[in-house]
């Protein structure tokens, strides 16, 4: 049965409607499929063989790009920190300017973002890939449950890695800022060291280390759930890698700073 | 037996099964033919339970699985073996491992008795030695038949074809249609094909089932839909054009 064609002037009303339920219709999906994912992680069989192919592609396959960006990063900050710290005389506080910058914001951030574009997008096109060609359909008509298989050994793996790879951006970066500030600019190595050793503290190092956990869920759970939802064909795997890129890369720094905010 | 009542399916506006009547009986061969775009693949994740129906009901022996979720539904796909249109051979995995798969995830078999098994499987499809290979690196031929033996290496009681045959070369086609029906002689699954392989597919049907804008629309041996005289199954397997896409 068709419905009535509508008042004009109600158009607007009914399409606003109907963006809201679908807005809410695709939140709740988006929710479920991390319970399902979060189920199948904590209820055997567990897929160990998985979780660790997951941890090398998440992982290990990032390690090139972390430290890279972290040695710059860690420079970078060295060189504009020393200026900015030279003009009121207080370079002595470059270690800990560098370290609490690190540990606490750029190293999770940044670290998160670097394994989103390079093993997000991936793994969104690996499983929207599995998508398309009916592997997933595969998996589920064999009584298997792809959750298992595909989404939470990635989840775990994220968990897992993003603080490692965080760490591991933290110490580059410290280093970077080492060589820029001690071997460059001339500040002392004790200096540089021994007030980090004052100024940054176990909460600071905490702070850090939930929030790249917290990241790794994050990017695990869009990637994947992208990679499962998405549209026809190789436009659609395209498509659905760029939103898994964009919305990750958003929802990172949004709960950074929600994260940031209750945890000082 | 597969029996199947007033399967209705849209998506969106566009209405792909109306009222679906249809029967299965157990151990036999039954292919569903009509022109592509006509609801086929449709109806047949209908049956595997990929697809939920707006309305109608698929009994399996009894077991509605239309109405069934989770653990009651995999406890029938256990019982199914699938072969999809482009294999779905997980490409991550050699050709062993995908037929070794479901037996050491399904069955939980032990590897002596997977690597037996897995080996007969490759051999009933003429694969022996090919194994090793990933499925990028055979040939679309190989790849179906890879796909058919991992549908049929847990010996399940019913088989589903998703147009097994397409893309492939007239040999092929009669080599993948001769070694589903060796298998089914030699086995005794049901199995239930989609097909638009005229006329080779009537050789190895034991019934015949035309699917038309969403309806069955004529069911018989392949010599009564050879012989039928409604129009739509006339037109089909003759291949002519309709009125509309002649001009």
Same mark, same amino acid.
């Given at each position: 049965?068709?419905?009535?064609?509508?008042?004009?002037?109600?158009?607007?009303?009914?399409?606003?409607? !109907?963006?809201?339920?679908?807005?809410?219709?695709?939140?709740?999906?988006?929710?479920?499929?991390?319970? %399902?994912?979060?189920?199948?992680?904590?209820?055997?069989?567990?897929?160990?063989?998985?979780?660790?192919?997951?941890?090398?592609?998440?992982?290990?396959?990032?390690?090139?790009?972390?430290?890279?960006? /972290?040695?710059?990063?860690?420079?970078?900050?060295?060189?504009?920190?020393?200026?900015?710290?030279? !003009?009121?005389?207080?370079?002595?506080?470059? /270690?800990?300017?560098?370290?609490?910058?690190?540990? !606490?914001?750029?190293?999770?951030?940044?670290?998160?973002?670097?394994?989103? /574009?390079?093993?997000?997008?991936?793994?969104?096109?690996?499983?929207?890939?599995?998508?398309?060609?009916?592997?997933?359909?595969?998996?589920?008509?064999?009584?298997?449950?792809?959750?298992?298989?595909?989404?939470?050994?990635?989840?775990?793996?994220?968990?897992?890695?993003?603080?490692?790879?965080?760490?591991?951006?933290?110490?580059?970066?410290?280093?970077?800022?080492?060589?820029?500030?001690?071997?460059?600019?001339?500040?002392?190595?004790?200096?540089?060291?021994?007030?980090? %050793?004052?100024?940054?503290?176990?909460?600071?190092?905490?702070?850090?280390?939930?929030?790249?956990?917290?990241?790794?869920?994050?990017?695990?759970?869009?990637?994947?759930?992208?990679?499962?939802?998405?549209?026809?064909?190789?436009? /659609?795997?395209?498509?659905?890698?760029?939103?898994?890129?964009?919305?990750?890369?958003?929802?990172?720094?949004?709960?950074?700073?929600?994260?940031?905010?209750?945890?000082? | 037996?597969?029996?199947?009542?007033?399967?209705?399916?849209?998506?969106?506006?566009?209405?792909?099964?109306?009222?679906?009547?249809?029967?299965?009986?157990?151990?036999?061969?039954?292919?569903?033919? *009509?022109?592509? *775009?006509?609801?086929?693949?449709?109806?047949?994740?209908?049956?595997?339970? &990929?697809?939920?129906?707006?309305?109608?009901?698929?009994?399996?022996?009894?077991?509605?699985?239309?109405?069934?979720?989770?653990?009651?539904?995999?406890?029938?796909?256990?019982?199914?073996?699938?072969?999809?249109?482009?294999?779905?051979?997980?490409?991550?995995?050699?050709?062993?491992?995908?037929?070794?798969?479901?037996?050491?995830?399904?069955?939980?078999?032990?590897?002596?008795?997977?690597?037996?098994?897995?080996?007969?499987?490759?051999? $009933?499809?003429?694969?022996?030695?090919?194994?090793?290979?990933?499925?990028?690196?055979?040939?679309?031929?190989?790849?179906?038949?890879?796909?058919?033996?991992?549908?049929?290496?847990?010996?399940?009681?019913?088989?589903?074809?998703?147009?097994?045959?397409?893309?492939?070369?007239?040999?092929?086609?009669?080599? @993948?249609?001769?070694?589903? $029906? *060796?298998?089914?002689?030699? &086995?005794?699954?049901?199995?239930?094909?989609?097909?638009?392989?005229?006329?080779?597919?009537?050789?190895?049907?034991?019934?015949?089932?035309?699917?038309?804008?969403?309806?069955?629309?004529?069911?018989?041996?392949?010599?009564? @839909?050879?012989?039928?005289?409604?129009?739509?199954?006339? $037109?089909? @397997?003759?291949?002519?054009?309709?009125?509309?896409?002649? $001009?």
């Amino acid at each position: 049965m068709t419905e009535p064609p509508l008042a004009l002037a109600l158009r607007p009303l009914d399409a606003l409607g !109907r963006s809201a339920l679908s807005i809410v219709d695709a939140l709740g999906r988006f929710g479920t499929f991390l319970i %399902q994912a979060l189920a199948a992680t904590l209820t055997p069989p567990f897929k160990i063989r998985a979780f660790a192919d997951r941890i090398n592609f998440i992982g290990y396959r990032s390690l090139l790009i972390i430290l890279l960006t /972290g040695a710059f990063t860690g420079m970078v900050l060295g060189l504009q920190i020393y200026i900015t710290l030279s !003009r009121f005389g207080s370079e002595a506080f470059l /270690g800990p300017a560098v370290a609490l910058s690190l540990i !606490r914001e750029l190293g999770p951030v940044l670290a998160a973002l670097m394994v989103t /574009g390079r093993a997000g997008s991936a793994l969104t096109a690996e499983i929207g890939i599995m998508r398309i060609t009916e592997q997933i359909d595969a998996l589920t008509v064999m009584a298997l449950n792809p959750m298992r298989y595909l989404v939470a050994p990635s989840i775990l793996a994220g968990v897992v890695t993003f603080p490692l790879m965080t760490a591991l951006f933290d110490v580059i970066g410290i280093f970077g800022g080492y060589l820029v500030g001690v071997e460059l600019l001339g500040l002392s190595q004790g200096t540089y060291f021994g007030e980090m %050793q004052t100024f940054v503290d176990l909460d600071d190092i905490m702070l850090g280390f939930w929030k790249s956990i917290s990241f790794g869920i994050i990017v695990t759970w869009v990637c994947t759930y992208k990679g499962f939802h998405v549209g026809h064909g190789a436009e /659609g795997v395209a498509r659905g890698t760029t939103q898994a890129v964009v919305m990750s890369s958003v929802l990172i720094l949004v709960w950074d700073y929600f994260f940031g905010s209750v945890w000082k | 037996m597969i029996t199947v009542v007033g399967l209705t399916k849209s998506f969106g506006r566009q209405p792909v099964l109306r009222q679906l009547d249809l029967e299965v009986p157990t151990g036999s061969v039954t292919v569903i033919i *009509g022109r592509s *775009g006509g609801g086929k693949s449709v109806f047949l994740k209908h049956l595997i339970g &990929l697809l939920h129906p707006d309305a109608g009901r698929v009994l399996v022996d009894g077991a509605e699985i239309t109405r069934l979720r989770g653990r009651a539904l995999d406890a029938v796909r256990r019982r199914y073996g699938v072969v999809f249109q482009g294999g779905a051979l997980f490409d991550s995995m050699t050709c062993w491992d995908n037929v070794a798969f479901p037996l050491r995830e399904k069955l939980r078999l032990r590897r002596a008795e997977v690597g037996k098994r897995v080996e007969t499987a490759l051999a $009933q499809v003429g694969l022996e030695g090919v194994g090793g290979k990933n499925p990028a690196e055979i040939s679309g031929g190989m790849r179906k038949r890879v796909a058919i033996a991992r549908a049929l290496v847990t010996e399940p009681e019913i088989v589903f074809f998703d147009e097994p045959t397409t893309g492939l070369d007239p040999i092929l086609v009669n080599t @993948i249609h001769r070694l589903i $029906q *060796g298998l089914h002689r030699k &086995l005794g699954f049901t199995a239930v094909m989609v097909s638009h392989e005229i006329p080779e597919i009537f050789e190895i049907a034991d019934t015949v089932a035309m699917l038309h804008e969403g309806r069955i629309v004529e069911v018989g041996t392949p010599a009564a @839909i050879q012989a039928s005289t409604n129009p739509v199954v006339r $037109q089909f @397997i003759r291949g002519e054009p309709s009125t509309a896409e002649a $001009q």
